[in-house]
């Protein structure tokens, strides 16, 4: 096995970055809601998980979860989006 140093020219690798981002940023769903096992697969959040943050009244029916009859539940992406960034902290302090 032979090991060989190889030389990326900084700005071609931040090129690659660019469109590796850009490449999922175009995978990631389109819609404001998607079905609660998808939102689960994609972001990383299990079944049980939402179930308990349903239980304990974290996340609501009407507001970041919706119930469709036939189709089951489904996650409203900005009603989350808007309740990480009421939940979460910034950063940038001063």
């Known amino acids: 096995m032979t090991t060989e140093n190889v030389v990326i020219n900084s700005g071609l690798l931040i090129e690659l970055l660019n469109q590796v981002v850009r490449q999922n940023l175009n995978e990631q769903p389109q819609s404001k809601t998607?079905?609660?096992?998808?939102?689960?697969?994609?972001?990383g959040v299990s079944i049980d998980t939402i179930r308990k943050r349903i239980q304990t009244g974290i996340w609501q029916y009407g507001n970041q979860l919706l119930r469709v009859e036939g189709a089951g539940d489904f996650v409203d992406?900005?009603?989350?989006?808007?309740w990480v960034r009421q939940s979460g902290e910034s950063c940038l302090r001063e």
């Open 77 to 82: 992406l900005e009603a989350i989006d808007k």
């Open 34 to 43: 998607i079905p609660k096992e998808q939102y689960s697969k994609l972001y």
